[in-house]
């Protein structure tokens, strides 16, 4: 099922991504002619021009990305570089300096708009020719990740959480990557169960690319999923960065929405001979986590950060407390450090 948003706050904040941002951006876009240029060897994204149309009370408003291969310097207005022509329906309406956008009084919803940049009174460069957007927001059409029951038998719902942009697909436009949320989503205090976590990638028509389903190994909340969006290596195309699990899988979409594809991640080698799978189930009980703590403590001395030199070689140490067992530690030995108080206090809480 398809949902919109469609509140004029998070509209304006899409709004805001484009206008405000796009006049100030150290990217460059691969097909360009100053492509080839360079500012102090930065990697830089490979964007077009990201020429947006909207209309406003006064005609049709214009805003477009100055890119950093073109910045010569600044002045009292800003960062100073290219002019700019501006056409509308292939006619030249405007030129356009120390600026990265224009009102074009005269303008009307149906005309088409481009800009072409100047450098030395000649046009090097020309954006793709763009129509006005109906309204000074934009919705974006996404697709809501069904609702869920917990082995708890508790019900939960999704909500849009965390979004962040990169042109994944080197188109040199920018795709909406949004995290999806389950109502029952919690701290690191909270006990219980949550629902599985989503990351959407979308064009701006809402054409869903693909869909990241973190799975059960991965809880939901506010300090689990961090991602980072960016072209990394550098090929012209972004990645993204997050936190992945036994479990966690990738669903890829064609235009028309179908299902094509459902990969999980790549385990380590090492991992699967060990017999890890991505049908592991890691939840923990409080008891379950005990045990844990227990067998990682009596194992203390053959952690590799400890044989090396870098974590306390006890316990004790690492508690600030004096010290009182031998090691490699004895199971009761083990479990006295677990019942440590502030230890103890950690595994009640959670």
């Not at 990201?50 to 950093?68: D, K, M, N, T, Y």
């Not at 389950?182 to 690319?209: A, C, E, F, R």
Request: hydrophobic share 35%.
């Amino acid at each position: 099922m398809k949902i919109t948003i469609a509140a004029k706050k998070a509209s304006y904040l899409f709004l805001a991504i484009f206008l405000v941002f796009s006049s100030l951006t150290t990217t460059t876009f691969a097909e360009s002619s100053l492509q080839s240029q360079t500012r102090d060897s930065i990697q830089l994204e490979y964007l077009d021009r990201g020429l947006v149309v909207v209309p406003a009370e006064e005609g049709i408003f214009l805003s477009w990305r100055l890119l950093a291969t073109e910045v010569t310097g600044y002045s009292g207005k800003g960062l100073t570089g290219m002019d700019f022509n501006v056409y509308r329906d292939g006619e030249k309406i405007a030129t356009v300096t120390e600026s990265t956008n224009y009102l074009d009084r005269s303008g009307a919803k149906g005309a088409k708009y481009q800009v072409r940049a100047v450098k030395n009174g000649q046009e090097v460069e020309q954006s793709a020719s763009v129509g006005s957007w109906d309204y000074s927001f934009l919705d974006l059409p996404l697709q809501k990740p069904k609702d869920g029951v917990t082995p708890a038998g508790e019900a939960y719902s999704y909500t849009a959480n965390d979004m962040s942009v990169g042109d994944v697909d080197g188109d040199g436009q920018y795709e909406y990557i949004v995290q999806w949320e389950p109502t029952n989503s919690k701290d690191v205090s909270q006990v219980g169960y949550t629902g599985n976590t989503y990351i959407d990638t979308y064009k701006l028509d809402g054409t869903l690319l693909y869909r990241i389903d973190l799975g059960i190994n991965i809880r939901a909340g506010a300090h689990y999923t961090q991602f980072q969006v960016y072209d990394f290596d550098g090929n012209g195309k972004a990645e993204l960065m997050f936190k992945t699990a036994p479990g966690t899988k990738v669903i890829k979409y064609d235009e028309a929405g179908n299902m094509v594809s459902e990969e999980y991640i790549t385990l380590p080698q090492e991992d699967i001979e060990a017999g890890y799978s991505n049908q592991d189930d890691y939840r923990m009980s409080s008891e379950d986590y005990y045990n844990h703590l227990v067998e990682m403590f009596m194992g203390w001395h053959q952690h590799e950060e400890v044989v090396n030199g870098d974590w306390p070689s006890t316990l004790e140490e690492c508690f600030d407390i004096d010290p009182q067992f031998d090691y490699p530690l004895a199971r009761e030995d083990a479990e006295s450090l677990v019942d440590y108080s502030p230890l103890a206090e950690a595994l009640v809480i959670n």
